[in-house]
């Protein structure tokens, strides 16, 4: 009775109720499923018990019948023999057999009906059984999705990239830095030929200038 309490229990429980209520539906669900495993072994160990008492019915069922016919034979051997009296001893041991018969065979339609409800009970524990696994697997999926979702938005939002982006802002920092600094040492590279006959044309024109102002200068002081 109490194996059969406990899988009524399970027929009427509601899984999306019972998972919407906890706090923890992937513990909720193991429990779950770890119940109904244990239930089915022990429906299916009452179902063999049941076999067994059944098939050990039947055959002293079949010794019933075959005493029962013994005793048919020997009521008709003894009338036969004029012996009433035993004939008649011989059919209330007959009828003792038939009453001990129709007991087992009452038994026995209630150990087919208990056997039929037991089938019915583990096709419907099996179910329940593959749709919590369904609903376990499900979960799982959706806390790994959860997990991963969380990683990829600490990813994008969390220190760690803010602290990686300024780094890769530095160093952009330097390399412009750098790069600034190649630039202007190119620009103040040696003089190239052009440049410096330049600077020595400018250089004679200083000196004869130079020179011609030198000699105005000493006339002055002669005269």
Same mark, same amino acid.
Do not use: F, H, W, Y
């Given at each position: 009775m109490a194996v059969f309490s406990r899988v009524r229990d399970i027929f009427a429980a509601n899984m999306t109720e019972i998972l919407d209520r906890a706090? &923890?539906? *992937?513990?909720?669900? +193991?429990?779950?499923?770890?119940?109904?495993?244990?239930?089915?072994?022990e429906v299916r160990a009452s179902a063999a018990r049941a076999i067994a008492d059944g098939k050990e019915m039947r055959r002293a069922l079949s010794r019933l019948e075959a005493l029962q016919n013994s005793w048919t034979e020997k009521a008709e051997l003894a009338l036969s023999k004029d012996r009433e009296d035993l004939a008649?001893?011989?059919?209330?041991?007959?009828?003792?057999?038939? &009453?001990? *018969?129709?007991?087992? +065979?009452?038994?026995i339609e209630q150990i087919d009906a208990t056997l039929r409800s037991y089938e019915a009970d583990i096709a419907k524990l099996q179910a329940k059984l593959r749709e919590a696994r369904a609903r376990q697997n499900a979960i799982a999926s959706r806390l790994e999705s959860a997990v991963s979702r969380?990683?990829?938005?600490?990813?994008l939002h969390g220190n760690r990239t803010e602290d990686a982006f300024s780094r890769f802002e530095m160093l952009e920092r330097r390399a412009d830095l750098a790069e600034g600094q190649a630039d202007a040492l190119a620009l103040e590279g040696p003089k190239g030929l052009e440049e410096?006959?330049?600077?020595?044309?400018?250089?004679?024109?200083?000196d004869e200038e130079l020179?011609?102002?030198?000699?105005?200068?000493?006339?002055r002081k002669k005269d």
């Open positions: 706090e &923890d539906p *992937a513990r909720m669900i +193991r429990m779950i499923i770890l119940e109904m495993e244990e239930t089915l072994v008649k001893q011989a059919l209330i041991e007959r009828q003792k057999a038939t &009453d001990m *018969a129709e007991g087992l +065979r009452e038994e969380a990683k990829a938005r600490e990813l410096e006959l330049n600077e020595l044309r400018s250089s004679d024109k200083v020179a011609a102002l030198k000699a105005k200068m000493a006339e």
